[in-house]
């Protein structure tokens, strides 16, 4: 004799599967990242440091319109401040997958910065950012960092020689 459930088990299977199925999928994020330069103050060696190794599989952003980044009126304080140097500025929409690192976008303006920013999602969200900074006298620095990033907050990553902002927005 075949055994017929009630329709509530049926109901709460089908918004288990439901719940699931949602958790998987990827939210999107805007990404605003400003790249600047600045004077060392330090006499330590900085030209000692190790190369980034770079991902196969880069992706490259589809650039939004300046005037939606996030970033937009730092980007203007830095370029009328005359301490620092503005480099890059650079937004996009990106995808980020629950539990794991996120496909590396690469953020260049083509002369001397070149990096690598990632979204990791899990109970927290992370970006993970591999840049390097050519300065004017050849030297090649390197910044490597992880972070634990909150929606709509700009967050300062330091280099003696640069510094990079960064933002991420649901």
Known sequence: MRRILPPGWFLAGLFLLVS???AAAPNHYQVAVVVFSQPIDTDEDLSDQPPIPWPSD????NPLP???SELRSAYDRLRRATRYTPLLHLAWRQPAWPNR??????VTNGANVNGVVRLQRGEYLHVIVDMEYRA???TVHTLREKRRVKFNETHYLDHPAFGVLIRVSP
């Open 136 to 138: 004017p006298d050849g």
């Open 101 to 106: 690192i996120n496909a590396p976008y690469h």
């Open 20 to 22: 699931l199925t949602a």
């Open 66 to 68: 300046p005037d939606q």
């Open 58 to 61: 880069l992706h490259e952003p």
